[in-house]
């Protein structure tokens, strides 16, 4: 308990007398973990709580002779235990508000005798007892320069003499040299979780590697500059939504024969970027978390033979890439064709018409992007003639084990989503959707990590900003196949249809949005009919000033429902729930529209009904 004291214990400034104990959360730690000690130390070992101290461990205290009850002898504000050393004095005396204990297990019930102010009992007790086993045991075995030399001295001991008192001594000195190994183990645990970089350390760093960039024969490096000259002030140079997540800013670093690196420097370390996106200069978006370095490993890296090594390495890489004949959406295109089809051999269609006669249908596989081929796919396979037999479910084409750093990125911000309380979950969506996430990567990413399931449930949730974050993410990654049909397996589409009813207005545009993007497929398109979907996706169209002047927050959010609408209206059924909710009518009106955005879904919804056979 000494060394742990001695070295792990913050102290204030000693001054004129002794220091004190800090308030700060690792001596908080410590006081508990030794509160818990001395509380257990009568019940654990009642032989060694019996053993009496060689001094007795005194300090000022703040209790009063009130506190004390049975066991003691009280005399106005002289308290005396009545448990007696064998030199007939009492183990326990409190006189004017100054407190003397010479056993464990007078200690013990002390400790729990002063309830909630044990902390400031223990405080007082240590910081007027800076080295207690001294007083427990006796001056030879006290801490000298922060070693603990009572075990030699033990050995030492037992060797010559061997009796009762000495084995009790041996067994206290064993228990608090064990309970000074877990103060030491516990207080490292907590120092190295505090330990982290910090703007001015990173400036340090920058300022010495600079010390040796120049033009001449005798410098490392060529230049090392900074991404933005703009500091913050908290001396951070990372944008304000890259600084939630610990970044504290990006370097550039150029030695004199190879091209640059590009570093990212942030409260866990400094990281090395995968990635180079020199067109967008998008630096923070390429950290990978595998590739972490200290700050002392970016001058090691200063050497010519390492350095020619990684950059062969990454340069493979990345025309790996560029020159990879097909890319692994390619692939997952492909196999969502053959499912979506109905031949997974020949590239053709075949569906039946409104006259009962089979058409057959060539499927051009032209696009690179998954989502586009999906579609057209769907939009092939889905007509104003719908059939009732349900399309299969969509697979997911598993491509090769290389993972961008965009998936990382996603990945590290889900447990945000996951598990942080509404501010925090703003913040993390907010920074989901600075991510491209038109990228299938992105998309795929947000459902791999069971950030899916999260962004539905938070539909469900009566915070505004959590439901409009979730659909503003929903609506762009639902352009996937897999998404939206992950989407339809989760219930998403239900809660959405309830959204309608919001009387929020931009919740109702967001939900209906998604739902025009989700409802590309029978099992969708029924789910949002079943659950009333329709006639509330009909009201949408609904505006006071239809057929005069057309307001612009009348216009958006008729073009969200007719968007939806024109998805729905794929179905027979659908078509006639819109017919009975009165959409055609509404439809109409909105032809009087001059705003093109508004017209298309319009009128692609009205060729769809107009399709119906009568």
Known sequence: MGVALARAAQWTAAGSGTGTLEITPLNESLLNQIIKFAEDFSTKHPQEAAFVFREPLEWKTQLDSSVFGEGYDINEATVQSEARGKDGQPLLVLSASTLRVRSFDQLSRLLRIAMEKKLKEAQACLEANRDPIVKILGPEYGTVEGEDMSILHLFDKVKKESDLETELKMKIVLLLHQLDLQLLNSSLKQISQDVRLNPAAVNNEVNLLKNFSGQGEDTVLESLEYTSDYMFSNGCRAPPWRQVHGEICYLVIKPHDTDPLYITCSTAGVFLNGVIQKA????????????????????????????????????????????????????????????EGKSSTVPLTTKKTASGKSKTVKIQQTSKWYGKTSSSLEDVGESSSETDEDEQPVHRQEGGTDLSPEYWGVQKLAKYVKGGDPTATVIALCSMRDLNLSQETCQLAIKDTGCLEVLINLLDTEEIKCQTGSLKILKEISQNVLIRHAIADLGGLEIMVKILDSPDTDLKCLAAETIANVARFKRARKTVRQHGGIKKLVELLESISAGSSYQAKDTETARCGALALWSCSKSTKNKKAIRKAGGIPLLARWLKCSHTNILIPIVGTLQECASEVS
């Open 280 to 339: 967008t200069r998008d630096i923070h978006s390429t950290v990978h978390p595998s590739k972490t370095i200290h700050a002392w490993t970016v001058r090691s890296f200063l050497n010519h033979n390492m350095l020619k090594n990684i950059l062969e390495k990454i340069i493979s890489v990345f025309f790996f890439f560029l020159n990879k004949p097909k890319s692994s959406s390619e692939k997952a295109s492909k196999k969502d064709s053959e499912e």
